[in-house]
């Protein structure tokens, strides 16, 4: 592996300390992947960040937010929520595992009863680590963690919570056959689809953020954010976007579902013609009536990207719930595993 840390002033011994109190320029940003983005870390709204630093080195970092997530089924009103642990980044087992270490300390002096990580806040951010990470390379937007670091949370008292899955199809044989169910459902109620207009990228992401929130408001340890927040995830993808594969349906002028799927670019980043979509996001509409889009929507992403010339799609980032497997299960093959983490304090 490369170097992944840099040099910092002289610190003989193993020290904690806390990433708000060092002096402009001791930390310089570290070349891997998996790092969080220091100046993100330094206009965050977490509570804390914390670094190991031994030997002038950066050994491990994270982030922790107070009372910040709905606990798992065993919360009653008005108790205090769970923390976030997140931006994590450890050079290696002994330093993350003593980091690790503090974190649960000093969240457990600050009253927190629980903590799930790594999250870097909320579920709108990154979060997971890869558990079984198969052969294929990373694709685009993935967050790809280091094959060991499910052992170091383990080892230091973390559970697995939930269980996710990216799925890899064909788009020209992709058929799920509640698509086309829903198919006859959604002409005779006069419901269409149509591809994203750059035109309207404002208005289409104000009407996203609207449909978002109530989509995904009963997803474990959801959290809302503003639509500022919101915006501030979307908008730079829009460089990327190819309107073909960012899907709208609307019933009258009333967005009720959408799927967006990106290229993945880092198929050229590596050399190789780019013959694959990602399905970043799928979301519809919570009422009843609207069962069945979610299928409805994916059989048309994977259509229209065959069309374009694209011969695979990854299903990115499933929860391992009766409701994704519906979508993907019949036709795909999982290249990568991830679990969320957490631990009673």
Known sequence: MDKIFTSLPSVSM???INFHALTPGMLETINHPAMPDLATLQQGNQSETWCLVERGKLGAICSLWLDRLPRAGDAQPGETRAA???HFFAHDQRTGERLLAFACDRLRTLGAPAVVGPLDGDTWHRYRLVTHPGTRPPFFLEYYTPCDWPALFGAVGFTPLATYRSAQTTTATYDDPSATKFAAKAAANGLT???FD?????QTLAALYDLSVQSFANNLFYTAVTQAEFLALYQPLLTYIVPELFLLAEQGDTLVGFVLALPDYLQRARGEAID????????RHPARTYAGLGSYLAQEVHQRAANLGY???IHALMHDDKA???ISDESAQTIRQYALYGKKL
């Not at 750059?198 to 404002?202: G, K």
């Open 311 to 313: 011969q695979r799609a």
């Open 14 to 16: 193993p020290s904690i």
């Open 84 to 86: 976030a642990l997140g």
């Open 198 to 202: 750059p035109a309207q990228a404002a």
């Open 276 to 283: 694959t979509i990602v399905i970043k996001t799928l979301a």
């Open 324 to 326: 994704s497997r519906i």
């Open 193 to 195: 689809v149509r591809p």
